[in-house]
């Protein structure tokens, strides 16, 4: 029993593992993995790598190609749009439902390290990530958690991969802490609630900007609705 335990400990571990390394692009988007290597840098058997890398396509983040090898995905204009959809959409709903749930202090613990101006682009974007998962977190619902959580895995490999935090795009600190303030003030909800809608609509297009800045490639479903929020966005 305690054999069996330890080897589902391992297959998690693999899965953790190499999940945090696609999410942070220690394997970039467009690379080829190959599992035999993979189980070699583990130290493990192929079965095992195997059924991570089984997990990870179920994720999204790997495509295994017959002959050729595990490929790690691209990432494209239309998850950024996606993403922001599902954002704006569904955070603030998730800040209506844990707004009378969540802990003053630890808001002010928030607004306290937002004002640390000594934070690097790195710890920034982890600051930004915890103070938007800390609200989701408090809202009761385990769907919304969940869906919630990919979000924001992709969000960070989509921003690490793009170089976008190594540049300051857009400085969300003022929107933030307008949002911290606004809870702490146990303002009307859906005054914070347009704080936020506010704040993911100006983070959206400021990524949008930076994509097409650099004519980075990206390839449009056949959803109509991404081909008409593509031209509207190009326009202007």
Do not use: W
Request: aromatic share 8%; glycine share 2%.
């Amino acid at each position: 029993m305690a054999s069996h335990s330890n080897s589902k400990d391992k297959k998690n571990y693999l899965y953790s593992i190499l999940k945090e390394k696609l999410i942070t692009c220690v394997y970039p988007p467009g690379t080829l993995l190959n599992e035999l290597q993979l189980a070699q840098e583990y130290n493990v058997s192929r079965t095992p790598v195997r059924e991570a890398i089984s997990r990870l396509e179920n994720d999204g983040y790997l495509k295994i190609l017959p002959k050729k090898g595990i490929y790690v995905t691209d990432i494209s204009i239309t998850d950024v749009l996606q993403i922001f959809q599902a954002r704006i959409e569904l955070e603030p709903v998730a800040l209506r439902l844990a707004a009378p749930y969540l802990d003053d202090d630890e808001i002010r613990m928030f607004k306290g390290r937002l004002n640390d101006d000594s934070l690097s682009l790195a710890d920034s974007l982890r600051l930004d990530t915890a103070m938007h998962l800390f609200i989701i977190e408090h809202c009761g619902n385990r769907y919304i958690i969940d869906i919630m959580h990919k979000v924001f895995d992709d969000n960070t490999r989509i921003v690490i991969a793009s170089k976008q935090n190594q540049v300051k795009i857009h400085n969300a600190k003022k929107e933030h802490l307008q949002i911290l303030d606004s809870l702490l003030a146990k303002d009307d909800i859906e005054r914070t609630e347009q704080l936020m809608r506010a704040h993911l609509e100006t983070c959206k297009r400021a990524s949008l900007d930076y994509f097409y800045s650099f004519d980075f490639t990206y390839s449009v479903p056949e959803n109509a609705q991404y081909k008409k929020e593509l031209s509207r966005l190009a326009a202007e």
